[in-house]
């Protein structure tokens, strides 16, 4: 199946220079049909322009942002160096902690395919 979603400039260059091995999302009703082997084209906002093809590798859910940031190294989310309140904050900066709390978290591990 293909899923197409849009990604700002930084997370987008990152994906497309092979140094973001996972996608952050909510895990609502949208991303609850994406499974391994499957292809999300990820589009560049708020231009729409460009566009990366990546396959899913892997899927891990969780409760919490936190949940999912003590579990995965910032680096394979190119975000090397930074805080957990780092993390958590510019997060939030794109859902809301009552968006988290009613859908849980997605980690979407991905492959650019060429």
């Known amino acids: 199946m293909k899923h197409k979603m849009g990604l700002y400039d930084g997370p987008f260059k990152s994906i497309q ?3 973001k091995e996972f996608e ?4 609502d009703e949208k991303r609850r049909k994406i499974s391994i082997g499957d292809v999300i084209e ?6 729409n322009g460009e566009a990366i093809k ?3 590798l892997g899927l891990r859910n969780y ?3 936190e949940e999912m940031y003590k579990d995965i ?3 394979l989310f190119d975000c090397e160096g930074w805080t957990m309140e780092e993390m958590i904050e510019g997060t ?9 709390r009613k859908w849980g978290t997605l980690a979407i591990q991905i492959k650019v395919l060429n």
């Open 17 to 19: 220079e092979n140094k």
């Open 24 to 27: 952050v999302r909510l895990n």
């Open 42 to 47: 990820f589009v560049k906002v708020p231009e």
């Open 54 to 56: 990546a396959e899913v």
């Open 63 to 65: 409760k919490t942002f």
């Open 73 to 75: 190294p910032f680096t």
């Open 92 to 100: 939030y900066e794109i859902y809301t902690q009552e968006q988290e």
